[in-house]
């Protein structure tokens, strides 16, 4: 299989996400939706690590699992999946730490229990370089 671009992955992981809520809807909990999720992408041709620990050093001390990632796909885009009403600011910060402790550029925040996919999806970036034309880009300085 040839390389994807984290623009690649993220746009397979929104489609089979978008046809898993379709299919299935809300409501389930959140391990449902995480083990569909990695089979349909591993179906789709990608690697998807579930449950991944996170570690983290800090000032010389190792703290392992100080948390668990839902999705590592490719090694490249962490997905954490919610089933809850309403996402909370905290769980956009949850994976931002996650993707600073993973050295990781791109996230994706996936909440099934919204009403439609479009409501419960946020995508989470850490210093990845913008791919839109610099023409493109809105709130520019």
Request: hydrophobic share 45%; aromatic share 6%.
């Given at each position: 299989?040839?390389?994807?671009?984290?623009?690649?992955?993220?746009?397979?992981?929104?489609d089979a996400?978008?046809?898993?809520?379709?299919?299935?809807?809300?409501?389930?909990?959140?391990?449902?939706?995480?083990?569909?999720?990695?089979?349909?992408?591993e179906r789709?041709?990608?690697?998807?690590?579930?449950?991944?620990?996170?570690?983290?050093?800090?000032?010389?001390?190792?703290?392992?699992?100080?948390?668990?990632?839902?999705?590592?796909?490719?090694?490249?885009?962490?997905?954490?999946?919610?089933?809850?009403?309403?996402?909370?600011?905290?769980?956009?910060?949850?994976?931002?730490?996650?993707?600073?402790?993973?050295?990781?550029?791109?996230?994706?925040?996936?909440?099934?229990?919204?009403?439609?996919?479009?409501?419960?999806?946020?995508?989470?970036?850490?210093?990845?370089?913008?791919?839109?034309?610099?023409?493109?880009?809105?709130?520019?300085?």
């Open positions: 299989m040839s390389e994807r671009t984290v623009e690649d992955i993220t746009a397979e992981i929104v996400a978008y046809h898993l809520h379709c299919e299935i809807g809300p409501g389930l909990l959140e391990a449902v939706y995480d083990t569909i999720l990695a089979k349909e992408l789709r041709g990608f690697r998807a690590a579930r449950q991944l620990p996170v570690s983290l050093d800090y000032k010389g001390m190792r703290f392992r699992n100080v948390g668990r990632v839902d999705l590592l796909v490719e090694g490249q885009v962490v997905v954490e999946i919610k089933s809850v009403e309403h996402l909370a600011p905290v769980h956009l910060k949850q994976l931002l730490t996650y993707l600073r402790l993973l050295k990781l550029p791109i996230g994706l925040l996936i909440n099934f229990g919204a009403p439609t996919l479009k409501e419960g999806l946020r995508r989470v970036v850490n210093g990845l370089a913008p791919s839109a034309s610099s023409r493109l880009r809105v709130n520019q300085r």
